[in-house]
């Protein structure tokens, strides 16, 4: 006897459409980029602080090239900055305020002075203007003090030298200092900071 395949076929359809149905796995997300490290903060020098090793974007010990590059040139060229100025010359550089001075000594920055009134001062907060009785209250016996080579007294020279200083001529071209400079008026008049060439009292003389 011949069987009809029809119903064992149906069977079989209807056996195949109750399979259960395999979804397709949905799509991973990209593991988001690691956040960047943040850039560490920008420090930027103080201008309005001097210090026994430089001021503002200046460093005693830099060449004459980055103080130019810095500051810019002579503001005032025609000027003689020293009787030998291609070995110490004394200048304002064309960007810097009019109360500073710099010290270029065989092409090397060796002193920066202030010589008027600003609100740049001392890392001791003193500036041009201070009286000489507050310089040395504050510093003490790390400071000495002086005759002025060209005034009477009370004029006179503070000294407080931060490394490799002395009581004699300093020579060592790693000291580093200060000399605030007092006037017959008992003030500060002048600030000069840097190495031995802080001793000068005469510009590059």
């Known amino acids: ?6 119903p064992i076929a149906a069977v079989a359809l209807l056996a195949a459409c109750q399979q259960p149905q395999t979804e397709a796995p949905a799509p991973t997300e ?13 420090i ?3 201008a ?7 001021w503002g974007p200046l460093r005693i010990g830099m060449s004459r090239a980055d103080v130019v590059t810095a500051l810019g040139e002579d503001a005032n060229p025609n000027a003689v900055g020293g ?5 110490c010359d004394e200048f304002r550089p064309a960007r810097a305020p009019e109360s500073v001075l710099v010290m270029i000594e065989n092409g090397v920055l060796t002193r920066i002075s202030l010589i008027r009134p600003s609100d740049i001062k001392t890392d001791r907060g003193f500036g041009v203007g201070d009286t000489a ?3 040395k209250t504050a510093y003490g016996a790390a400071a000495t003090a002086e005759p002025h080579k060209y005034e009477a007294a009370p004029a006179e020279y503070i ?7 002395s009581t004699s001529y300093v020579q060592d071209p790693n000291a580093r200092g200060l000399v605030y400079e007092v006037g017959g008026d008992g003030n500060v008049k002048a600030i000069r900071a840097g190495g031995p060439s802080i001793q000068l009292v005469e510009g590059c003389a």
């Open 133 to 135: 009785a507050s310089v």
């Open 30 to 42: 990209p593991a988001p980029a690691p956040a960047p490290a943040p850039a560490p903060p920008v």
């Open 83 to 87: 009787p030998d100025p291609q070995s």
């Open 159 to 165: 000294t407080a030298w931060s490394r490799g200083g």
């Open 1 to 6: 006897m011949i069987r009809s395949i029809a």
């Open 48 to 54: 309005t602080v001097i210090t026994s090793e430089g």
């Open 44 to 46: 930027q020098p103080s």
